[in-house]
C-alpha cells in the first residue's frame, strides 16, 4: 500500500517518531529529508492526500514546497499540515494566505497531529462518503485491478482443477 501521508522535515529523528505513531492508524507514512526530496514524491500520481511539513529546512524551505506544489498541481493539490519551532504571526497569515490545514508549533503533541491527519483524510466520514484525491482514486483503482487480476488468475486455476477432477 502506497503512503497517503508524507512528512517533510530535516530531523529524521523527529521525522521517524511521527510516522511510527501515525502508522499505527494510517499504514505506511512515507518520510522525506528536504523539500527537493519530497518533490518528486508530490508529483503527477502520488497517492499522497496529506504533507507534513517543517518550515525551516535548508535549500527550500516549507512555504516554497507549499507554493511550488500547490502551483504545479491546483486544486488536486494534497492538503499541508505545517510544524515548526519558528511561527511567528508572519508565518501563520503566509499559512493562512496558503490555506493549510493547520498550523502546529513544535514541540507538538502527536495526538493533535494525527486528529489533524485524519481531520485532512476525512477518516470521520464513512469510506462511502469520503472524497479522495484524482491521485488517490487512480492509486486506488490501480491496486484493485491488480487484486482482480490475481483472483481472475486464481478462479482460472480453480476452475481447470475442477475440470480434472470431474474427468
Known amino acids: 500500500m502506497r503512503a497517503r501521508v508524507l512528512i517533510v522535515d530535516d530531523e529524521p529523528e523527529m521525522a521517524l517518531e511521527v510516522a511510527e505513531y501515525l502508522e499505527a492508524d494510517l499504514g505506511p507514512v512515507g518520510i522525506a529529508t528536504s523539500a527537493f526530496e519530497a518533490l518528486p514524491r508530490l ?21 516554497e514546497l507549499i507554493e511550488r506544489v500547490q502551483g504545479e498541481q491546483g486544486e488536486a493539490s494534497p492538503r499541508f ?9 508572519a508565518e ?8 493549510v490545514a493547520a498550523f502546529i508549533d513544535k514541540p507538538f503533541d502527536l495526538e493533535r497531529l494525527r486528529a489533524e491527519v485524519l481531520r485532512c483524510l ?14 488517490t482514486a487512480a492509486g486506488y483503482t490501480q491496486q484493485l485491478e491488480e487484486r482482480v487480476d490475481a483472483l481472475e488468475g486464481q478462479l482460472r486455476q480453480l476452475q481447470s482443477q475442477l475440470q480434472a477432477l470431474r474427468r
Open 81 to 89: 499540515i505545517i510544524t515548526t519551532g519558528h511561527g511567528g504571526p
Open 92 to 99: 501563520r497569515r503566509k499559512a493562512e494566505a496558503l490555506q
Open 122 to 135: 476525512g477518516e470521520q466520514w464513512s469510506s462511502a462518503e469520503m472524497p479522495l484525491s484524482k491521485a
Open 43 to 63: 508529483g503527477p500520481g502520488s497517492t499522497v492526500e496529506v504533507v507534513i511539513v517543517d518550515l525551516r529546512m535548508p535549500g527550500m524551505d516549507g512555504f
